[in-house]
């Protein structure tokens, strides 16, 4: 059974910096796509930012150059570097990937950039 599981959420002030991890466990022959995303209360779960298998990258604009994603394939971890966080970016961020053609969500972890 593989798994996803995030950490590195938390309260932040704005202007501050956080480091998500996604991590992938069970059995794994290959990962391609990964990416983050996030869900804000009331609003849709939107994709931030995503990394191929190949490390080409992409991000919505609204997170260009204040966010960085990459990737540890020798772990299997995903990570997004985020700085100069707004109270806009207040979300339950979410990583998800495509394990061996399947589908997979982390449960999602709370980040808050709040004064």
């Known amino acids: 059974q593989v798994q996803l599981v995030e950490s590195g959420g938390g309260l932040v002030q704005p202007g501050g910096s956080l480091r998500l991890s996604c991590a992938a466990s069970g059995t794994i022959f290959r990962i391609n796509f990964m990416g983050w995303y996030r869900q804000a209360p009331g609003k849709e779960r939107e994709l931030v930012a995503f990394i191929n298998s190949g490390g080409r990258t992409n991000y919505a604009d609204s997170v260009k150059g204040r966010f960085t994603i990459s990737r540890d394939n020798a772990k299997n971890t995903l990570y997004l570097q985020m700085n100069s966080l707004k109270p806009e970016d207040t979300a339950v961020y979410y990583c998800?990937?495509?394990?061996?053609?399947?589908?997979?969500w982390g449960q999602g972890t709370q980040v808050t950039v709040s004064s």
């Open positions: 998800g990937a495509d394990i061996t053609s399947r589908w997979y």
